[in-house]
């Protein structure tokens, strides 16, 4: 896999790459929903959706009284903001 540098905006990485990255950081592709994506971590857990025009990310259980928080991020932000978004948890 060969991503274009961090800085580089989301939208110019070919789904494939995107696909690989997520991949990389330890996401599940859901063999039913292609777009869709489990990322487990000790502490929290959240799927991330591939949308049209953004990237949208559930944490589940994460809020107050056990509420989901919902995020969601433009491919116009860099791979590297992106990355320390959605990465770093809830």
């Known amino acids: 896999m060969s991503l274009p540098p ?3 905006p989301l939208y110019n990485h070919p789904l494939p790459e ?8 330890g996401c599940q592709q859901n063999s039913q929903e292609l777009h869709c994506w489990q990322l ?3 502490n929290w ?3 991330i959706v591939l949308e049209i025009d953004q990237i949208t990310v559930r944490y589940i259980k ?3 009284g056990g509420q ?3 995020r969601a991020f433009k491919y ?3 791979r590297q903001d992106i990355e320390a978004a ?3 948890g809830p």
């Open 68 to 70: 989901d928080i919902n």
């Open 45 to 47: 857990k959240a799927e």
């Open 62 to 64: 994460a809020g107050a």
């Open 40 to 42: 487990d971590r000790p």
């Open 18 to 25: 995107i696909e690989g990255w997520l991949k990389s950081r």
């Open 6 to 8: 961090a800085d580089t």
């Open 76 to 78: 116009s932000l860099s």
């Open 86 to 88: 959605v990465f770093s």
